[in-house]
């Protein structure tokens, strides 16, 4: 939970946006604030885009601060803040609130200060369902994780080892080396996303051998 006020440009990576947004916004002005997010889905898209652009030029004589808001932020709603987000108008303010660093461009996430608010998760907490886990899952997962680090990435390894054994569930033995293979992978710097499409691909495919 945050207990003051931010005044400059940052991008806040947290653990639950609505909650992190109850704690900041008594902080404010309701009128000088603005809330920009996508109401039907997690994602920050190019509409969104638009809207804070359009926002941003709205002229005003106090600080005027503008969340931006989304599980996932798409490339091109980004790409097209790039100019806005590093020469924001006179007494603009914007604030970027996300689940996850690796959804936002280098480019950005270089350009503005940031605060890692996230708690870290117990690593049983993994919120996959390995045993339900399908073609989808993992495309979403993927998804929301294009840009995962290598930390990240051999964190949620371990994580899911432990759910394995924590479920009972039977590999094979080459199987569980996977497991060792994907992180040593991931210390020689191989392309996170790679690794772990290949070891969530081969948890489905145990599936259709059961």
Do not use: W
């Amino acid at each position: 939970m945050i207990n003051e006020k931010i005044e400059t440009a940052h991008i806040l990576i947290v653990n639950d946006i609505d909650e992190t947004l109850n704690s900041l916004l008594p902080f404010y002005s309701k009128h000088n604030v603005r809330v920009i997010r996508n109401e039907e889905k997690e994602e920050f898209q190019l509409a969104q885009a638009n809207a804070t652009i359009k926002e941003a030029y709205i002229s005003t004589n106090e600080k005027k601060y503008i969340f931006l808001c989304g599980k996932i932020f798409r490339n091109e709603a980004q790409n097209s803040l790039l100019k806005i987000l590093e020469e924001p108008p006179s007494n603009i303010v914007f604030i970027i609130i996300t689940n996850s660093k690796s959804t936002i461009l280098p480019t950005i996430f270089s350009r503005m200060p940031h605060k890692i608010l996230k708690s870290g998760l117990k690593k049983e907490d993994l919120s996959l369902d390995i045993r339900k886990l399908d073609l989808k899952d993992v495309y979403e997962f993927l998804k929301q994780n294009q840009r995962i680090d290598k930390k990240e990435s051999i964190s949620f390894v371990e994580s899911l080892l432990l759910k394995v054994n924590k479920e009972n569930i039977e590999l094979t033995q080459n199987e569980l080396e996977l497991f060792s293979k994907s992180i040593k992978l991931l210390n020689l710097n191989s392309r996170p996303i790679n690794v772990l499409t290949t070891l969530l691909l081969t948890i489905i495919n145990r599936k259709h051998r059961v």
